[in-house]
């Protein structure tokens, strides 16, 4: 069972950049594709970006953010720039076992959820 904590969400001006960090326990880290996803009010959960196991590829799908991770720290980051009110939402962060088919951008390709981090970016 793995279990995942995201911090770093808070309250940004528009413009401004945050990183939330993802810190993960009760696996082997590097044998699980990260992913983050947020949901704003309302809305539906979305995918933001994802990093395989070893950190060798990477999928976003905002150029304003970068996923990164450490293993030798258990931690998965997503830098977030140039924040726009948009971004506003809850952050989570989710491990999936590999696949064959890449890296998932959909829910069900991840087995393990944190319980998610605000970001709130005021205008």
């Known amino acids: 069972q793995v279990q995942l904590v995201e911090s770093g969400g808070g309250l940004v001006q528009a413009g401004g950049s945050l990183r939330l960090s993802c810190a993960a326990s009760?696996?082997?880290?590097?044998?699980?594709?990260m992913g983050w996803f947020r949901q704003a009010p309302g809305k539906e959960r979305e995918f933001v970006g994802a990093i395989s196991g070893s950190g060798g590829r990477a999928d976003s799908v905002e150029g304003r953010f970068t996923i990164s991770r450490d293993n030798a720290k258990n931690t998965v980051y997503l830098q977030m720039n140039s924040l726009k009110s948009e971004d506003t939402a809850v952050y989570y962060c989710?491990?999936?076992?590999?696949?064959?088919?890449?890296?998932?951008?959909?829910?069900?390709?991840?087995?393990?959820w944190g319980q998610g981090t605000q970001v709130t970016v005021s205008s």
């Open positions: 989710a491990a999936g076992v590999p696949t064959p088919l890449g890296l998932p951008r959909m829910s069900k390709g991840y087995n393990y």
């Open positions: 009760g696996g082997t880290f590097s044998n699980y594709h």
